[in-house]
Structure formats: C-alpha cells, structure tokens
C-alpha cells in the first residue's frame, strides 16, 4: 500500500504562486508514474500534470507555461510549482502515483485563488 502525503497548498491572490509537494512511502514495486489532478465543487477530477520516472513530463491546457511539475526519484515526492494563478485554478488538488500493480491518491490539498 502507497501512502501519499500532500502539502503547500493555500489562499493566494491572483498572479501569486504556490509550490505544492506528495511525498509517497510504503512502496514495495517501483512508482512509475505520480501526478497533479485537481477538482472544483461540482466538476469532474481533471488531469493538470503528470511526469514518468524517466522524467517525461505532460501538462494541461490550461496550465502550460505556468505550472512546472518536477520529481525526485530517490524521494519518492513531486512537487508542482504554480506561478501566475488564476481563480479559475482555485480547486482541491489530489496527488496521485502509480505502480505495476496499483493506483494510489493522497488525501488533497486546497487551493484557493482570490482576485
């Protein structure tokens, strides 16, 4: 079983930052993949970046040339830097990570983006 433990989030005004951070631990297999999702009341849980342990990164729309997903194999944690937010960012964001053998979420962090 995955344990991931979020951190960083916060209230921001707009054109602000916030680095957010997932460490993962009890891994017994590999973590191949961990990523950034976030969810808005009343929406669906969105994909915002995801990088692969050999480092390939992706990124939604919405979020590229802003958002920065970076990760450190021998930590097990990635982090998520967020410069010029927006309130249309302003969600629950949900750390996530993958294995061979599972998928894993963390609890979630609130983010919050005032104008």
């Known amino acids: 079983q995955v344990q991931l433990v979020e951190s960083g989030g916060g209230m921001v005004q707009a054109g602000g930052s916030l680095r957010l951070s997932c460490a993962a631990s009890?891994?017994?297999?590999?973590?191949?993949?961990m990523g950034w999702y976030r969810q808005a009341p009343g929406k669906q849980r969105d994909m915002v970046a995801t990088?692969?342990?050999?480092?390939?990164?992706n990124y939604a729309d919405s979020v590229k040339g802003r958002f920065t997903i970076s990760r450190d194999n021998a930590k097990n944690t990635v982090y998520l830097q967020m410069n010029s937010l927006k309130p249309e960012d302003t969600a629950v964001y949900f750390c996530?990570?993958?294995?061979?053998?599972?998928?894993?979420w963390g609890q979630g962090t609130q983010v919050t983006v005032s104008s």
């Open positions: 990088v692969i342990r050999g480092g390939t990164t």
């Open positions: 996530d990570a993958r294995t061979n053998w599972g998928h894993y």
């Open positions: 009890g891994s017994r297999f590999t973590i191949t993949a």
